[in-house]
């Protein structure tokens, strides 16, 4: 059986170690990549059918609206099925103290009954927030071991740090 990523990312202006700067690739997406190369797993990331505004200050409005809302914003494309994987991993990054709702939107859909659940987060400060708790409620019936969280401006060193856990 085989292991499996979930994740969702954001590119563009972001929030990074204090300050506004464009990125190119979103910090969940590094830690997304370096999981894949240290354990073979496959990729799945959640994209929003209507990208989120480029502009960070509006793409967080737009997020808090959603999350006060219990929206669930239609994806790209839905994963159906994880029976094949044994382990899923989860990322995301901390939007307003939970998991972005496009992430909702795609973990409702899943059935994680026996499987092993890691979640990690990237974040500003925040941690995993209350997404522990959301984590839990999405992924019923599975073993959720301890997430990892790493601050965002910390992902470009953080290889050795996400294979530590991947082996824990």
Known sequence: MADLVIYFSRSGENYFGGQLKNIEKGNTEVIAEYIQELSGADLFKVEPAVEYPADYM??????????????????????????????????????????????????????????????????????????????????AGADIKKGLSIPGANVGSAKDLVSAWIKE
């Not at 409005?61 to 494309?77: H, L, S, T, W, Y």
Request: with cysteine; proline share 5%; hydrophobic share 35%.
């Open 58 to 139: 509006q793409c967080i409005d737009v997020a808090k609206k959603e999350q006060q809302d219990g929206a669930r914003p239609e994806i790209k494309e839905t994963l159906d099925d994880i029976s094949s994987y044994d382990t899923i991993y989860i990322g995301f990054p901390n939007w307003w103290g939970t998991l972005p709702m496009a992430m909702f939107t795609q973990l409702e859909q899943l059935d994680f009954s026996g499987k092993t659940v890691k979640p990690f987060v990237t974040h500003e400060g925040s941690g995993f927030g209350s997404s522990a708790r959301d984590i839990k409620k999405l992924c």
